[in-house]
């Protein structure tokens, strides 16, 4: 069993660890970790995001043995030139909810009247895994699609509303979990990861 201290508070973004992970994985986050502080994003990346919360929580004393994964995500709309990308949070502002950002994003594309079909974009997710204050790797992820009119479906989190993966009709928000989980930019960087930690030897101190 390889456990994993995900850098994290977002219970839905655990669940997509653990479901894409498998049952050889224990994955826990940083709602049971004591003392861990609030990381800022300060890096110019998604890359850079995501080191810098891997190392920062395995450096904790609670973490300090086990393998750290951070991971640092966001969508790039073309016709805003790549924006909100890793401003993607807090793209209305610090602390925005997920129906801010959604507002926002849509409000700006309605002011450059493009058609449909110009309104090309993709998730991306860059994984970090690390342990002790040292980078072990890291592990990148992409889906291609495009941003529809309206929010449409009740699943997912974030921008799932409003991006329709290439090849879907269906937004992220409306296909179903087990779909989402094999085609989604978090799902191919954690496929990744994956294979990294059940063919590399040297993760073997993080097996128990």
């Known amino acids: 069993m390889v456990r994993l201290l995900l850098a994290t508070r977002n219970a839905h973004k655990t669940r997509e660890f653990a479901d894409i992970l498998g049952n050889d994985f224990a ?8 003392g861990a502080p609030e990381i800022k994003e300060t890096g110019g990346s998604f890359a850079e ?7 920062a929580v395995s450096q904790l ?8 994964v951070a991971d640092d995500s ?6 805003l030139h790549g924006a909100p990308g890793i401003y993607s949070a807090r793209y209305a502002g610090e602390n925005a909810s997920d129906e801010t950002n959604i507002d926002k994003l849509l409000r700006e594309l309605s002011r450059q009247n493009l058609p449909t079909s110009q309104c090309t ?7 970090a895994l690390a342990r002790a204050g040292k980078l072990l ?7 291609e699609g495009a941003i529809v009119d309206l929010p449409r479906g009740r699943n997912g989190f974030g921008y799932d509303p409003i991006f329709a993966p290439e090849g879907f009709d269906q937004t992220f928000a409306e296909l179903p979990a087990e779909i989402k989980n094999k085609i989604s930019h978090r799902a191919k960087a954690i496929t990744r990861l994956r294979e990294a930690l059940r063919s590399d030897r040297s993760y073997a101190e993080g097996t128990n």
């Open 137 to 143: 790797g890291t592990f990148e992820g992409l889906v």
């Open 61 to 68: 004393r609670s973490a300090s043995s086990g393998l750290v």
């Open 121 to 127: 974009a993709r998730f991306r997710c860059v994984i």
């Open 74 to 79: 966001g969508l790039e709309v073309d016709a």
């Open 49 to 55: 995001n995501a080191i810098l919360k891997a190392l």
């Open 27 to 34: 994955v826990s986050d940083l709602s049971s970790a004591r």
